[in-house]
């Protein structure tokens, strides 16, 4: 019902800058919170950032200062701007979304399939 399509991955030296985009597209009524996770190679998938409706926004530690989380609901968007960029900022990233469809008023989570983040030193 409601599909998610991240872009803007890539590869980037180091102190370098990204910007990711997830587009949700379907059936969507609306959408609630939304998130960036990361999962770099050999661990566990890790929140980024999370942005609510009313536009709060929260970061993991180890972004906070250098990436900043933003929506746009008119279209359906999350984007992550990724500032001064780490090799250890290396990993696919992954936006998560809770949306409703106009089929059903109930909050699903969807998942996109994944962009790669590549920093070299």
């Known amino acids: 019902q409601v599909q998610l399509v991240e872009s803007g991955g890539g590869s980037v030296q180091a102190a370098g800058s990204l910007t990711l985009s997830c587009a949700a597209s379907?059936?969507?009524?609306?959408?609630?919170?939304m998130s960036w996770y990361r999962q770099a190679p050999g661990k566990e998938r890790e929140v980024a950032s999370t942005?609510?409706?009313?536009?709060?926004?929260n970061y993991a530690d180890s972004v906070k200062g250098r990436f900043n989380i933003s929506r746009d609901d008119s279209k359906n968007t999350l984007y992550l701007q990724m500032n001064s960029l780490k090799p250890e900022d290396s990993g696919m990233y992954y936006c998560?979304?809770?949306?409703?469809?106009?089929?059903?008023?109930?909050?699903?989570?969807?998942w996109g399939q994944g962009t790669r983040v590549t920093v070299s030193s």
């Open positions: 379907g059936l969507i009524w609306r959408c609630d919170g």
């Open positions: 998560n979304m809770w949306c409703s469809s106009t089929t059903s008023s109930k909050l699903r989570n969807y």
């Open positions: 942005i609510t409706r009313d536009g709060v926004k």
